[in-house]
């Protein structure tokens, strides 16, 4: 099923959408179910920059992943099997947000992370380049901005929780888009970071 946002952003975030995907790790079959929220407060501007998008050029996303055969009747632990799930989810994520036509870059960061319950997770961050409608630029109907995507995972019980964000890092060359839309990264990765906090998780290590 699909994962609420943490109290700490739910109220200036709302669902926008979703998907279900089915792929494969290894001996066994995840079935990742994906849900993306819209900024509240700057929900017209993100609109106006792009209106057909499945994925708002800033948003946040939680991915709830179920593994079949579970892993422990595989032989795996979730924590153990950490550094395998990590490149999967992110692989997924890259998927997800190429099918939307976000062009998925160089990766910025790859790294473990420490929540303040003492859950391990895996953090990449990648560059991006998002598309942008034309009258949101200069008639130009390929022009992007300047994105960043934020994509971790965590041992939830049996399986993974995967959750992150998308922000956009520079504006369109609309004065009064661009003062709509409100870049800006510094409060942006925050607000990822307090959905990574704020996630519910079964299990996690350290418990």
């Known amino acids: 099923m699909a994962i609420d946002l943490p109290p700490a952003v739910a109220d200036d975030w709302h669902h926008v959408g979703g998907r279900t995907d089915d792929r494969s790790l290894s001996l066994a079959t995840i079935t990742a179910e994906t849900a993306v929220f819209r900024h509240r407060p700057t929900a017209d501007a993100l609109e106006r920059l792009r209106a057909d998008g499945s994925v708002p050029a800033r948003s946040l996303f939680?991915?709830?992943l179920a593994i079949s055969p579970s892993l422990s009747a595989i032989g795996l632990d979730p924590g153990d099997a950490l550094e395998l799930a990590a490149p999967k989810a992110r692989d997924g994520v890259v998927e997800t947000l190429a099918d939307d036509r976000i062009e998925v870059g160089a990766e910025r960061a790859n790294e473990y992370i420490d929540r303040p319950d003492g859950a391990i997770g895996h953090l990449t961050v990648l560059e991006a380049a998002y598309p942008i409608d034309a009258n949101a630029a200069?008639?130009?109907?390929?022009?992007?901005?300047?994105a960043e995507v934020h994509a971790a995972v965590w041992p939830d019980g049996e399986s993974y929780t995967l959750a992150g964000g998308l922000l956009p890092l520079e504006a369109p060359e609309s004065d009064l888009l661009a003062a709509a839309l409100d870049v800006d990264p510094a409060r942006d990765r925050e607000a990822?970071?307090?959905l990574f906090r704020g996630l519910d998780l079964e299990a996690s290590d350290g418990d």
Not at 138 to 146: C, F, G, L, V
């Open 62 to 64: 939680t991915v709830d």
């Open 138 to 146: 200069t008639d130009d109907d390929s022009a992007t901005i300047d």
């Open 192 to 194: 990822i970071v307090d």
